[in-house]
RNA sequence: GGGGUUGUAGGGUAGUCUGGUCCAUCCUAUAGCGUUCGGGACGCUGUGACCUGAGUUCAAAUCUCAGCAACCCCA
């Protein structure tokens, strides 16, 4: 027998074995925190990317900024460079000669693209822009890095950088922002919350940030988007300003808001189970396989997957037939682990009634389908396991969301997923309550609810959640 | 941030303590051939490795130091 996967619930062996034996990542490039994209890991971060795509350029323009900011513009905005000096890889040399100003690999491009803002942001007439890019950054991750989730070099950080003329229409854009992204999370069947972060974990820069979070299977929630208000802050650094109807100059409001790779790490993580990957069909690299189960010479069965195959790539699927000598069994296996989501069986039996076998990879079910019904079969069936994969996630999401009242039931809560909790809003109280339970505070929820804060006792409306996060 | 452990074929391991027995063991992978084929087949014949550098030594996978990398624990 090939070697087994281990089982899901130790996920972070699971996690890793699944990322190479499905051959999404190769984590052996010789530097820390960086890895390779394998050609079928590399298909299904393109199918992801291209739904964000698609939700974006609704009306956002695409741009490509270069990796390079010079020391100058980087240093500009105070906040910005406390929060990311420690992680930040300097170009310091061309070939031997040492450069007069030290060059950074973007940790995030906000100094890159604001100074090009300030050429092109003349009137109010230009407002809002919206831009976004897709570029990998680069950060010097100190702590335990962990492919897709934690990594010195992101390769597919989406970010997107938008200018309004007032701070009300930047915050409007937090909301659009928060829209897109929920929805972005909903095609991929991945359940998440939204919640404002406190101020002492906002993004450096920003008024303030709002989280997407989700849950992953040990417990410990992965942060999957952020969305940044930056008020005038780096408008009033970088001088980006637009001139009003009444003629005046006005400083632009700004907002930015990223996803990056961490989102792959999800879908892997919450649709897979103990036979390997399970994929939303939309995003799987390969949603059809059909398998060939020969007998004797085999040639009818062989010819007759032949013909399901063309017809069902010409009917648009992604489909693949696999004819390779292995045997049945162990190519069941096979693409299981790969997360295809149906598997088509072509045998003697299916042949004499002019059937295939049809095989659920969520539900395992099987199902006798005639050829002529093949493709709106699949069709049915492939909206069935998006649904079921939606229903599953957010059941398994929902069991582990825990209110509590007090420290201790916070403390038991975030064992396994995430503590609702009152919170008075003073910083110290955030800072105790964190120290006490050993999670964070993920941040505050928009819906209320009457209660007390669990360390001084005060009464509020307002609920945040705590977890342990990656 | 602090502490610890480890590095041997594509992956997992034995050998390291006590230097020579090791052109290195086993499982898996992989190539060829044959028998097989409705849920991880089997036989035969092959392929393939001691992290990098320096040191100690007649002799280093084995001992020492450094680098790089991986993992674990604590804050």
């Given at each position: 027998?090939?070697?087994?996967?281990?089982?899901?619930?130790?996920?972070?062996?699971?996690?890793?074995?699944?990322?190479?034996?499905?051959?999404?990542?190769?984590?052996?490039?010789?530097?820390?925190?960086?890895?390779?994209?394998?050609?079928?890991?590399?298909?299904?971060?393109?199918?992801?990317?291209?739904?964000?795509?698609?939700?974006?350029?609704?009306?956002?323009?695409?741009?490509?900024?270069?990796?390079?900011?010079?020391?100058?513009?980087?240093?500009?905005?105070?906040?910005?460079?406390?929060?990311?000096?420690?992680?930040?890889?300097?170009?310091?040399?061309?070939?031997?000669?040492?450069?007069?100003?030290?060059?950074?690999?973007?940790?995030?491009?906000?100094?890159?693209?604001?100074?090009?803002?300030?050429?092109?942001?003349?009137?109010?007439?230009?407002?809002?822009?919206?831009?976004?890019?897709?570029?990998?950054?680069?950060?010097?991750?100190?702590?335990?890095?962990?492919?897709?989730?934690?990594?010195?070099?992101?390769?597919?950080?989406?970010?997107?950088?938008?200018?309004?003329?007032?701070?009300?229409?930047?915050?409007?854009?937090?909301?659009?922002?928060?829209?897109?992204?929920?929805?972005?999370?909903?095609?991929?069947a991945i359940p998440?919350?939204?919640?404002?972060?406190?101020?002492?974990?906002?993004?450096?820069?920003?008024?303030?940030?709002?989280?997407?979070?989700?849950?992953?299977?040990?417990?410990?929630?992965?942060?999957?988007?952020?969305?940044?208000?930056?008020?005038?802050?780096?408008?009033?650094?970088?001088?980006?300003?637009?001139?009003?109807?009444?003629?005046?100059?006005?400083?632009?409001?700004?907002?930015?808001?990223?996803?990056?790779?961490?989102?792959?790490?999800?879908?892997?993580?919450i649709h897979?189970?103990?036979?390997?990957?399970?994929?939303?069909?939309?995003?799987?690299?390969?949603?059809?396989?059909?398998?060939?189960?020969?007998?004797?010479?085999?040639?009818?069965?062989?010819?007759?997957?032949?013909?399901?195959?063309?017809?069902?790539?010409?009917?648009?699927?992604?489909?693949?037939?696999?004819?390779?000598?292995?045997?049945?069994?162990?190519?069941?296996?096979?693409?299981?682990?790969?997360?295809?989501?149906?598997?088509?069986?072509?045998?003697?039996?299916?042949?004499?009634?002019?059937?295939?076998?049809?095989?659920?990879?969520?539900?395992?079910?099987?199902?006798?389908?005639?050829?002529?019904?093949?493709?709106?079969?699949?069709?049915?069936?492939?909206?069935?396991?998006?649904?079921?994969l939606c229903v599953r996630a957010k059941k398994s999401f929902?069991?582990?969301?825990?209110?509590?009242?007090?420290?201790?039931?916070?403390?038991?809560?975030?064992?396994?997923?995430?503590?609702?909790?009152?919170?008075?809003?003073?910083?110290?109280?955030?800072?105790?309550?964190?120290?006490?339970?050993?999670?964070?505070?993920?941040?505050?929820?928009?819906?209320?609810?009457?209660?007390?804060?669990?360390?001084?006792?005060?009464?509020?409306?307002?609920?945040?959640?705590?977890?342990?996060?990656?």
């Amino acid at each position: 027998m090939a070697k087994a996967l281990p089982k899901k619930a130790n996920f972070s062996e699971w996690y890793s074995e699944i990322l190479s034996m499905a051959g999404i990542v190769d984590v052996r490039y010789p530097i820390k925190g960086l890895c390779v994209w394998h050609p079928f890991g590399l298909v299904l971060k393109n199918k992801v990317y291209l739904i964000l795509r698609s939700l974006l350029d609704v009306d956002h323009q695409e741009a490509l900024f270069p990796l390079l900011i010079p020391e100058t513009e980087f240093m500009k905005e105070a906040e910005h460079i406390k929060g990311f000096e420690e992680e930040v890889y300097w170009v310091t040399k061309g070939g031997t000669t040492h450069l007069d100003v030290p060059l950074a690999l973007r940790p995030t491009s906000e100094t890159a693209i604001y100074p090009m803002f300030k050429l092109w942001i003349r009137s109010h007439a230009d407002l809002p822009l919206k831009m976004y890019q897709i570029v990998n950054t680069f950060r010097y991750e100190t702590k335990h890095t962990r492919p897709l989730i934690r990594v010195r070099e992101i390769t597919s950080f989406k970010e997107a950088h938008t200018a309004h003329a007032t701070w009300e229409a930047a915050e409007k854009q937090v909301y659009e922002a928060v829209r897109i992204y929920s929805k972005f999370y909903d095609r991929l069947a991945i359940p998440h919350i939204i919640t404002k972060r406190p101020n002492w974990d906002k993004f450096p820069g920003a008024d303030y940030s709002i989280a997407v979070d989700t849950l992953m299977p040990d417990g410990k929630t992965l942060q999957i988007g952020t969305i940044h208000h930056l008020g005038s802050n780096f408008a009033k650094t970088f001088d980006i300003t637009y001139e009003d109807v009444n003629g005046e100059q006005q400083y632009v409001h700004q907002t930015c808001y990223g996803i990056s790779e961490r989102c792959i790490a999800a879908v892997i993580a919450i649709h897979g189970d103990d036979k390997g990957l399970v994929f939303p069909p939309e995003v799987a690299p390969i949603q059809v396989v059909v398998i060939p189960i020969p007998f004797g010479e085999g040639k009818d069965v062989l010819e007759a997957s032949k013909r399901v195959h063309k017809m069902l790539s010409d009917a648009g699927f992604r489909v693949a037939l696999d004819d390779s000598d292995e045997r049945p069994g162990a190519k069941f296996y096979k693409w299981e682990m790969k997360g295809v989501p149906l598997r088509i069986e072509v045998g003697p039996r299916d042949l004499k009634s002019n059937s295939v076998t049809l095989v659920r990879r969520d539900t395992s079910e099987k199902t006798s389908i005639p050829v002529p019904d093949l493709v709106p079969a699949i069709n049915q069936k492939l909206k069935d396991i998006h649904a079921n994969l939606c229903v599953r996630a957010k059941k398994s999401f929902d069991e582990r969301v825990v209110e509590c009242a007090t420290l201790s039931e916070v403390k038991t809560a975030v064992k396994k997923g995430i503590a609702k909790v009152n919170w008075c809003g003073d910083e110290q109280c955030g800072i105790k309550m964190e120290e006490g339970t050993g999670a964070d505070v993920l941040g505050e929820l928009a819906q209320t609810k009457k209660g007390k804060c669990p360390v001084c006792g005060k009464k509020t409306d307002t609920v945040v959640l705590m977890a342990r996060t990656y």
